[in-house]
């Protein structure tokens, strides 16, 4: 029975990783082919799209299905759906500001199930603008510390981004994210490339100018409404001002 039971949980673990997996890929496409909308289907007149583009290769999303993506967003193919991004703000536990954006085409449907994931999980909605000013827009680029076998420093990084407009320079563990404005993204994506150097992601992020540090109760309660909120097809990105110590996260698991 044991090891049936174990089977019996691996089906279901796996199911899980396959569910959040297909739905990392719909968000994936969906943000390439409103990039293609937005500014035509050529990666190379299109950063938006290229970076777009970069991030779900990263992510494995099959070529196929990307550039199905590009057809339908520049016009080249029928069935695009029409996209609006959303941005709600609201307050999670112990009072920590979070920012959802979402890119839908029902902006019903989106606006019902982050408000039932906020009631739900100890959070609520804020009105526009009460949370925004919390954060400030800026481009991230993130670049793993081993590239090709060789181990990446921090000094290194910065001297290659440090003209293309980046600000700093922060120590992840197994990457670094390069910070500039977000008008700079483009540039310090480009020298990260021109110096050799693969990179993860680029993209514009929301960055909280100050943060809130949580304890462990608290931080299951807010990972728990993050978790709940990217849950959500419509749920592009969650950003919020909260800061958890290594001992947390260690302990939060």
């Given at each position: 029975?044991?090891?049936?039971?174990?089977?019996?949980?691996?089906?279901?673990?796996?199911?899980?990783?396959?569910?959040?997996?297909?739905?990392?890929?719909?968000?994936?496409?969906?943000?390439?082919?409103?990039?293609?909308?937005?500014?035509?289907?050529?990666?190379?007149?299109?950063p938006t799209?290229?970076?777009?583009?970069?991030?779900?290769?990263?992510?494995?999303?099959?070529?196929?299905?990307?550039?199905?993506?590009?057809?339908?967003?520049?016009?080249?193919?029928?069935?695009?759906?029409?996209?609006?991004?959303?941005?709600y703000?609201?307050?999670?536990?112990?009072g920590?500001?979070?920012?959802?954006?979402?890119?839908t085409?029902?902006?019903?449907?989106?606006?019902?199930?982050?408000?039932?994931?906020?009631?739900?999980?100890?959070?609520?909605?804020?009105?526009?603008g009460?949370?925004?000013?919390?954060?400030?827009?800026?481009?991230?680029?993130?670049?793993?510390?081993?590239?090709?076998?060789?181990?990446?420093?921090?000094?290194?990084?910065?001297?290659?981004?440090?003209e293309?407009?980046?600000?700093?320079?922060?120590?992840?563990?197994?990457?670094?994210?390069?910070?500039?404005?977000a008008?700079?993204?483009?540039?310090?994506?480009?020298?990260?490339?021109?110096?050799g150097?693969?990179?993860?992601?680029?993209?514009?992020?929301?960055?909280?100018?100050v943060?809130?540090?949580?304890?462990?109760?608290?931080?299951?309660?807010i990972?728990?409404?993050?978790?709940?909120?990217?849950?959500?097809?419509d749920?592009?990105?969650?950003?919020?001002?909260?800061?958890v110590?290594?001992?947390v996260?260690?302990?939060?698991?």
């Amino acid at each position: 029975m044991s090891g049936h039971s174990k089977w019996a949980t691996t089906k279901h673990k796996k199911a899980l990783v396959d569910a959040k997996r297909g739905k990392l890929f719909a968000k994936l496409i969906k943000n390439v082919e409103v990039a293609a909308r937005t500014g035509g289907g050529d990666p190379a007149g299109n950063p938006t799209l290229y970076d777009a583009i970069q991030k779900a290769k990263k992510a494995s999303v099959p070529n196929d299905n990307i550039e199905r993506a590009v057809k339908r967003g520049s016009g080249a193919e029928a069935g695009a759906a029409e996209y609006q991004t959303i941005m709600y703000e609201g307050y999670g536990p112990n009072g920590v500001a979070v920012l959802v954006e979402c890119l839908t085409d029902n902006r019903n449907r989106a606006t019902s199930e982050v408000r039932t994931a906020m009631n739900r999980n100890g959070g609520s909605m804020a009105d526009p603008g009460s949370v925004s000013y919390l954060f400030d827009r800026k481009g991230v680029v993130v670049v793993p510390r081993q590239q090709d076998g060789s181990e990446l420093t921090e000094d290194d990084l910065l001297e290659a981004v440090l003209e293309a407009g980046a600000d700093e320079v922060e120590d992840l563990g197994e990457s670094f994210a390069v910070r500039s404005e977000a008008s700079d993204l483009v540039a310090v994506r480009k020298a990260v490339q021109a110096a050799g150097l693969d990179y993860e992601s680029a993209e514009s992020s929301f960055i909280p100018s100050v943060t809130v540090p949580l304890d462990e109760d608290t931080a299951r309660k807010i990972f728990r409404l993050i978790d709940t909120l990217e849950d959500s097809e419509d749920v592009q990105n969650v950003f919020a001002n909260f800061e958890v110590s290594d001992e947390v996260m260690e302990a939060v698991g």
